[in-house]
């Protein structure tokens, strides 16, 4: 429980203030010119349970207690963040598992019509290395 004490010895007689240290006031009023010299203090003490301050124990009302809608909104803003996020990667594993099943192995391609360059490669050099054991085997044969 904290006891904070406010207040000032003189009063302004232009602006009303009051204040403790002359050559720190700055007057910003008309009005009164008459200035006094009369003390007046006033204590305060923050409340235990809802931490306002008061300075009247009799008159003080607790306040009603801060709600937990900013929490419970970030909470919904991360969900609905993490759902997001796990849609998006659901969706790109998607797209990987279907370029996958359109990619087709290069070895095992038999379309003579593909025009895929790994596809052709190994065709030729398929038949090339084909074309060269022949040759050989006719030659150790003779």
């Known amino acids: ?35 006094r010299v009369r003390p007046k203090f006033s204590a305060s003490v923050k409340c235990p349970r809802c931490g306002k301050q008061y300075a009247n124990a009799l008159t003080h009302v607790c306040g009603s207690k801060p709600g937990d809608f900013k929490r419970r909104a970030a909470s919904a803003e991360k969900r609905r963040k993490a ?19 359109q990619q ?26 084909f074309a060269d054991g022949l040759q050989a085997a006719e030659v150790a044969n003779r």
Request: aromatic share 6%; hydrophobic share 25%; glycine share 12%.
């Open 83 to 101: 759902e997001a996020a796990a849609r998006r990667k659901a969706e790109a594993a998607a797209r990987r598992k279907a370029r996958r099943a």
């Open 1 to 35: 429980m904290g006891i904070s004490l406010k207040g000032g010895m003189v009063r302004c007689g232009r602006c009303g203030r009051r204040y403790s240290n002359p050559f720190s006031h700055l007057c910003a009023g008309r009005g009164r010119s008459r200035t």
């Open 104 to 129: 087709h192995d290069y070895g095992t391609c038999r379309d003579r019509d593909c025009e895929r360059a790994a596809c052709e490669a190994y065709k030729s050099g398929y038949d090339n290395g």
